[in-house]
DNA sequence: TCAATTTC
DNA sequence: GAAATTGA
């Protein structure tokens, strides 16, 4: 018989700090958990043990405090980020069936001593493991004590029997506890005796065997301090034997068999691993159940696929008068309706599209029932509204493009991922089964569970998941109904309804239009644009590779850094990870005295133009000539939207040559764009949330901001601040912005950090309450957990609790930016809804295309461009009421870069 | 997955 | 500070 014992809270710390950090979507730390698990793992494969139970300390004064009040009074508290693992890893190990054992007034050491004695004494074969030495004095000729070292070349591990100990150290376990007396323990602050160190300590336990035989022979050792002081201290020596004894003796209270080792991998160790997102260790699930779920409700989803059902069911739902229904569209990529599920909470059906039951059918059902009242709660209603976008009649399709898909679909549909999102906005996605956890508490199986290792889009193709797909589906609307409300509930709790409500959700039927309308796009255009950047691509190419003496390729940073700063031996390279560094401002340094630096930078350049733009944007023209990107609104974590195949929230603006691409966007015929774009719309929102004078001044008085800072940062009269003052202040009001820090503001200007700080302190200085603002914010961020706009948007930003400099640091400037641009977001969303709103309700055919963050693209009739200039401006303008004006720049033209 | 580049 | 895309 074999019993493991685990050492718990020094394998975790040393796990913790052995291993990379590792985060889930939720921000979670779980990097110890992971390499705990690994070990633990380990050992239980190595050791093959019959019985297995890990011991953790508690955190409670334990009867060593009562003898000693500064007993490991040195130790520093454990960091936040192994902290909030520790209540984990025991959860998991419970989950497991391990035996989590911990006493309060008891040490793990204690605990594991005591557990050892007894399983030697039944005759067992005891492995100890743990990162402290302290617990070898538990070794026997039974005990086998075993530490885990992480070395680069993996883990290795040093097993300690009695003999072992004794021929590594010279004397045995039990008088290692006497050594410890005498030479004391820094890290649980045993005091042991002034002047005795290890070698003293060692050399008199080895001839004498004890302290107390130490004791009894002083009168023959030679006259030393340490001899004298051992005499004085001998009351000390005597404390501190009695504090480094393990007792073997702690009270435990085993249950008869309680230890022994089962299955480990249980579903709910399993369901734990999922959620800490320890991707690795599912693997080791492989032959556990998953597929049952805890969650029972599944028993009594349907899947319906007769016609006269389906009616009767719809026409149920009318009659009752229900109010609100969970929805789930099914679709693959080829945006083929397969099905739909819904739930009103007590009954959860999932309708296959089948025979009678067409796609149309099934959508227009749908459709009637929300113009009859029932309000569908969706995940991501945006993309459901495209589907049936996609299956409607071209008279319907027409009506969805002049009308706009609120009125034309689901005039009172709301999606309950949006509503998650705004929960908290730094997760990576949000899906039913992450949802579910979190609002309903219950365990259900996520799409990778169903489908195993195919997606959604295949199982729908395989008529063998059928079950799972409705399985899926039917989850899918469940919780949607069953969660809206909860998080519902949480978001007005947070004072976000009014966000929700009154932004969000109109915002996602304006999205639908913009995304539904796209942009016409000239494909031959770009075509012949990418042709010239080949040609000069090509010659830049050549050059580069006879500079060098020899061909390589360029995008490639490794190679590059390589032919640059080895080969050709240009000093000043700088280091990163991987390599030499190749960015863009590292080289433009080295490029006066490098003509082939200048090369490579232009080649960046237009490689980068022809790759991501000019070939990169074609192949997103649709057949009606036009591009249909699509908004994200549940991914930044600020509140922005971004914008993805294609990104047109990064087409280019800056350079000459790039901003050619924004020729090839035009408006359709009779049309032309109106581009507006607010201006500083993130300093006025500073200026507005600080309250701070002098910047409210400057914008009310219609200054040049820049200029304006300049003049008071470097104390000159405005009109005699220089281009370089304007230049350096506007890097500045930028890094303001951005949640300023020394070292990017002197990277940012080319200055050192010590100047750099100057001008943040001129800055604070020049804008007194920018100050008490700034810090306002750290300081509620950090006491909240959570930045928060304007309006009451949340950003939750626990790097502020982090033991890492670094993190904390990170923190404050995302506790410093966030409201800033997170309010400065909140503002363009109304705008964009009631400039969108407007064009509907006055009737004008314009159309609201893309939003750049603090611009807006209008497809304008010309026959309506003075009102549509007037609702512009109106709605931008009036968005927000604040104690600076908002104003926008707007402009006209035949494409974007004209209107820009 | 990382480094680099584009935008606001 | 916030993103998305590309290529290795």
């Not at 402290?132 to 885990?148: E, F, V």
């Not at 679709?331 to 039951?357: H, M, P, W």
């Not at 609002?439 to 799409?447: N, Q, R, T, V």
């Not at 982090?802 to 909140?826: C, K, L, Y």
């Amino acid at each position: 018989m074999k019993l493991l014992l685990m050492d718990g809270h020094s394998i975790l710390n040393r796990a913790y700090y052995g291993l990379p950090d590792l985060t889930n979507s939720a921000g979670e730390h779980t990097g110890a958990i992971f390499g705990f698990l690994n070990m633990m793992f380990k050992f239980i494969e190595d050791e093959q043990p019959d019985n297995f139970a890990v011991a953790f300390d508690v955190h409670a004064p334990t009867f060593r405090h009562k003898m000693y009040d500064a007993y490991k009074g040195t130790r520093k508290p454990m960091d936040p980020e192994l902290r909030e693992q520790v209540p984990r890893i025991q959860e998991i190990l419970k989950a497991m069936g391990v035996p989590v054992i911990t006493m309060e007034g008891w040490e793990a050491d204690d605990i594991l001593g005591t557990l050892s004695r007894i399983g030697q004494e039944k005759g067992m074969d005891v492995t100890i493991v743990s990162g402290d030495r302290d617990l070898l004095q538990l070794a026997t000729d039974k005990i086998k004590i075993s530490i885990p070292k992480t070395k680069k070349t993996g883990t290795e591990i040093e097993n300690y029997f009695a003999k072992d100990f004794e021929q590594a150290y010279g004397v045995t376990p039990k008088q290692y506890i006497d050594v410890k007396a005498l030479m004391g323990d820094s890290s649980d602050n045993i005091p042991g005796v002034a002047g005795i160190g290890e070698k003293t300590a060692f050399k008199w336990i080895a001839q004498y065997g004890s302290i107390e035989e130490c004791h009894a022979h002083v009168s023959e050792m030679k006259k030393a301090k340490v001899v004298d002081n051992f005499i004085e201290q001998w009351d000390t020596a005597v404390l501190s034997k009695e504090l480094a004894t393990i007792n073997l003796n702690a009270p435990i209270e085993l249950e008869e068999g309680s230890t022994k080792l089962g299955n480990l991998f249980t579903e709910e160790a399993y369901l734990l691993c999922k959620r800490y997102e320890l991707k690795k260790l599912l693997p080791r699930f492989e032959n556990t159940d998953t597929a049952s779920v805890t969650d029972n409700t599944a028993d009594s989803f349907k899947r319906v696929n007769d016609f006269s059902e389906v009616e009767t069911f719809f026409e149920d739902i009318k009659k009752t008068g229900k109010a609100f229904i969970g929805a789930s569209i099914m679709a693959g990529d080829d945006k083929v309706i397969r099905g739909a599920a819904l739930s009103d909470g007590e009954s959860t059906v999932y309708v296959e599209c089948q025979g009678f039951i067409s796609a149309d059918y099934l959508c227009h059902k749908l459709m009637e029932i929300c113009k009859a009242g029932v309000r569908l709660c969706f995940w991501d209603l945006k993309n459901v509204m495209h589907l049936i976008t996609n299956i409607l009649s071209d008279d319907e399709k027409k009506a969805v493009m002049e009308k706009g898909g609120k009125s034309q679909i689901f005039p009172n549909a709301v999606d309950v991922s949006v509503a998650a999102y705004l929960l908290n906005p730094t997760k990576k996605e949000y899906t039913a089964d992450d949802v579910a956890n979190e609002m309903l508490g219950i365990i259900i199986p996520a799409a990778a569970d169903l489908f195993g290792k195919k997606k959604l889009k295949d199982a729908l193709l395989d008529d063998s998941l059928l079950e799972a797909v409705t399985t899926y589906a039917c989850y899918e609307a469940y919780v949607a109904y069953g969660a809206f409300e909860k998080v519902m509930a949480e978001i007005e709790a947070a004072g976000m309804g009014h966000i929700f409500t009154d932004i969000e959700m109109p915002l996602l039927y304006t999205l639908f239009d913009m995304e539904i309308q796209g942009i016409a796009m000239d494909k031959e255009a770009l075509a012949q644009f990418s042709q010239k950047l080949s040609t000069r691509i090509e010659e830049l190419e050549k050059d580069i590779y006879a500079q060098a003496g020899e061909e390589f390729n360029i995008n490639s940073p490794k190679q590059l850094g390589v032919i640059l700063f080895e080969k050709m031996g240009i000093e000043g390279g700088k280091k990163t990870k991987t390599g030499y560094s190749t960015a863009a401002d590292v080289l433009e340094e080295l490029a006066p005295a490098n003509p082939i630096i200048g090369s490579i930078l232009e080649y960046r350049q237009l490689a980068k133009l022809k790759s991501t733009y000019a070939d990169g944007l074609q192949p997103c023209v649709g057949e009606d000539g036009r591009v249909h990107s699509t908004f994200m609104q549940t991914v930044t974590a600020t509140g922005r939207i971004s914008s993805i195949e294609p990104n047109l929230q990064n087409i280019p603006i800056r350079m000459e040559l790039g901003k050619e691409i924004r020729r090839v966007f035009y408006p359709k015929d009779g049309c032309v764009f109106l581009d507006a774009d607010y201006s500083q719309i993130e300093l006025r929102v500073l200026a507005h949330m600080s309250g701070d004078d002098n910047l409210i001044g400057a914008f009310k008085a219609g200054q040049d901001i820049h200029r304006s800072t300049a003049s008071l940062v470097f104390n000159t009269p405005f009109d005699q601040v220089t281009d370089l003052q304007r230049r350096s202040a506007k890097a500045v009001n930028f890094g303001i912005v951005y949640g300023i820090s020394a070292f990017g503001l002197a990277k940012d200007i080319g200055v050192g950090r010590k100047e750099a700080q100057e001008y943040i302190d001129n800055y604070l200085k020049a804008y007194p309450k920018m100050h008490t603002f700034l810090e306002g914010l750290k300081s509620s961020a950090k006491e909240k957990g959570y930045a928060v706009t304007l309006y009451g948007r949340r950003r939750p930003v626990p790097e502020l609790n982090s033991s890492n400099f670094m993190n904390r640091q990170f923190g404050e400037r995302v506790a410093m930016n966030s409201p800033i641009q997170g309010t400065a977001a909140d503002i363009i969303k109304i705008a964009m809804v009631k400039v969108h709103d407007r064009l509907l309700a006055e009737g004008l055919k314009s159309k609201l295309l893309l939003q750049v963050h603090d611009e807006l693209l209008v497809e304008t009739y010309i026959d309506e461009q003075e009102k549509v200039e007037s609702v512009i401006r109106e709605e931008m303008e009036n968005a927000a009421e604040l104690s600076v004006k908002l104003e926008i720049d707007m402009n006209e033209g035949s494409n974007w870069l004209e209107a820009h």
